[in-house]
């Protein structure tokens, strides 16, 4: 069982939507609720980076090409973080997962997001 379970990527075009959903599958509930969440994404040959987190008190930062376009949430009783993307950008185009922060080593298969201009 992945540790991470990522879904909802897909083909958009520029200024399209996608929400993205990530199951932490090897949380249990008393170490996912106040674990820092977050959204990483990776693109061939460059660093993965990291997108949005959410604190267990529900505190988020983003990086600055997303601010204002992305959303990111979670849901404690799934076990589960969102990332809503709003206004898509070719430069969007990634592949996406989820993990803590800082990150563990166990990664998801991520889901890829691949935007069109």
């Known amino acids: 069982q992945a540790h991470f379970l990522e879904s909802g990527g897909g083909s958009v075009q520029a200024g399209g939507s996608l929400r993205l959903s990530c199951k932490a599958n090897r949380m249990i509930t008393s170490t996912f609720n106040p674990a820092t969440m977050a959204w990483y994404r990776q693109v061939p040959e460059k660093q993965r980076e990291l997108v949005a987190s959410i604190s267990g008190g529900r505190s988020t930062n983003y990086v600055d090409s997303v601010k204002g376009r992305f959303s990111i949430t979670r849901d404690n009783a799934r076990k589960s973080v969102y990332l809503q993307m709003d206004s898509l950008k070719p430069e969007d185009t990634a592949t996406y997962y989820c993990?803590?922060?800082?990150?563990?080593?166990?990664w998801g298969q991520g889901t890829q997001v691949t935007v069109s201009s």
């Open positions: 993990n803590t922060v800082p990150s563990g080593t166990n």
